[in-house]
């Protein structure tokens, strides 16, 4: 139903500005907050009854879906986008699935970057296999110097580091801000 009349009234101050706490801590606009008031009030005055939607449509895919942003919040979206290396929208859309589904989800780049990173920890691990291998069998060590290993580990060393970097990078970057909201 669309919504073109209008109702109106005039309050004290002190009214207005719990109307307008109460608004700011439920994220809300003040008219979205008394729209809900009167929905609330006619509802168990039993004038009214309880809204229902129609079943849900399916969305066609690559469906757009534009949300309003205050300036600062649209700036802190393409800060943190930019350190992620992706468009905003990108990022608001992987913060939003992530939400929604309640499932961590690693933007494209991050998580080929973390499987090529485990493929080169497999290639090392199977290497060094073949060494030990080949060492129990001849009962001595051929092949790589002592300076080779030491090399392989600081290879290992680095790698592990990169993803540690990566793992806390990613889990800063979700939790950014969300202390800042809860005030």
Not at 42 to 64: E, H, K, M, N, Y
Not at 78 to 101: K, V
Not at 108 to 129: D, F, H, M, P
Request: charged share 20%; glycine share 6%; net charge positive.
């Amino acid at each position: 139903m669309v919504a073109t009349e209008v109702l109106k009234v005039r309050v004290p101050p002190d009214t207005k500005q719990i109307v307008r706490t109460l608004a700011q801590q439920q994220q809300l606009t003040e008219s979205a907050l008394l729209m809900r008031l009167v929905q609330t009030m006619l509802q168990t005055s039993g004038a009214i009854r309880a809204t229902t939607f129609d079943p849900l449509q399916p969305v066609a895919r690559g469906a757009r879906l534009y949300v309003r942003l205050r300036h600062d919040d649209h700036t802190l979206l393409r800060e943190h986008a930019a350190g992620r290396g992706m468009a905003a929208a990108t990022y608001a859309s992987i913060l939003l699935r992530t939400h929604l589904r309640g499932v961590p989800l690693l933007p494209q780049r991050e998580l080929t970057e973390l499987k090529r990173s485990v493929g080169e920890l497999g290639a090392i691990g199977r290497n060094l296999n073949q060494l030990a291998r080949v060492a129990n069998q001849t009962g001595r060590v051929t092949g790589p110097s002592v300076q080779d290993l030491r090399a392989l580990l600081r290879v290992c060393t680095a790698l592990r580091d990169h993803i540690k970097e990566l793992i806390n990078s990613n889990t800063a970057s979700w939790n950014t801000g969300h202390a800042e909201a809860r005030r």
